[in-house]
């Protein structure tokens, strides 16, 4: 037969334990159990695919003005990156940003949310394509978990961009997909700009000196209007290959420089801008 214990019978042990596991299960909310934990808020789910969703919500016709914001190589330049996107926000009057990859140092979540909570306050969407620094460690799960799939296209206006995983050793030499990218190519055929980002630039020998020719001949063959690209820290404008297309590489964060694209119909020009 049970007994009923009395207030007073009850041990004092009991509230005490009831406390710990109460302090026990909101410390389990509040801290990493590991730094390679993907453990995400809402917002930070599905960035690209929700981004991308929200530019082709702005309703641009191929007869309006496009500006677009380009960036990469943010890695651990906190104090630089919570300047671009202020000034950002205060100066341009873009529709969306583009980040060229390595959101950060070792592909860890804590890194990419610091990255999110900067870019999230620049007042116009921003997607973003993987770098080679975001796919060390466990950086293919989170950037999954945040942004999406690493290979991705959106249509707005008059172009098209097509951002192409190219981070060749990261990922067992099986990127860049190349027969995905003729694919989006040739379905980019009836847009007057096509616009190509990725990470690596196929002069580095990181993209795969076996993959570098074929993406330079479509590249060619499909008239790219410009081959985008980060990974070098330092601003570059070059026409490889066939001497038509041009192929961009922006500079780090770090060097407090970003580009701002304008479109118009078939006219397409950049800016350099410091801050």
Not at 3 to 21: D, E, G, N, W, Y
Not at 111 to 122: G, M, N, P, S, V
Not at 260 to 266: C, E, L, N
Request: aromatic share 14%; net charge negative; proline share 4%.
């Amino acid at each position: 037969m049970l007994k009923k214990l009395s207030p007073r019978s009850r041990p004092a042990t009991v509230p005490v334990l009831c406390l710990f596991l109460a302090l026990l299960i909101q410390a389990c909310d509040e801290f990493e159990y590991s730094p390679y934990e993907v453990r995400l808020e809402e917002d930070e789910k599905a960035i690209n695919t929700r981004n991308i969703a929200r530019i082709e919500a702005l309703g641009i016709s191929p007869e309006d003005t496009l500006r677009f914001v380009l960036t990469a190589d943010l890695q651990g330049f906190y104090e630089e990156n919570e300047a671009m996107a202020k000034h950002i926000r205060e100066n341009q009057d873009s529709d969306f940003v583009l980040v060229g990859g390595d959101l950060t140092d070792f592909g860890l979540a804590k890194e990419f949310k610091l990255i999110h909570e900067d870019f999230k306050t620049i007042g116009v969407p921003y997607v973003a394509v993987i770098g080679n620094h975001d796919a060390v460690n466990n950086g293919h799960e989170a950037f999954l978990a945040m942004y999406g799939v690493f290979d991705t296209s959106f249509a707005v206006g008059n172009s098209k961009f097509i951002l192409l995983n190219t981070n060749y050793i990261e990922f067992d030499k099986r990127v860049p997909d190349l027969d995905w990218l003729e694919k989006e190519l040739k379905a980019a055929a009836g847009y007057e700009n096509v616009f190509v980002l990725s990470h690596i630039p196929p002069q580095n020998y990181e993209f795969g000196e076996e993959k570098s020719g074929r993406y330079y001949q479509l590249i060619s063959d499909y008239d790219v209007t410009y081959s985008l690209h980060g990974h070098n820290h330092n601003f570059d404008l070059y026409f490889p290959y066939d001497g038509k297309v041009p192929y961009m590489q922006t500079g780090a964060a770090e060097d407090r420089e970003y580009i701002v694209f304008t479109v118009i119909g078939d006219e397409v020009s950049f800016e350099r801008v410091m801050f």
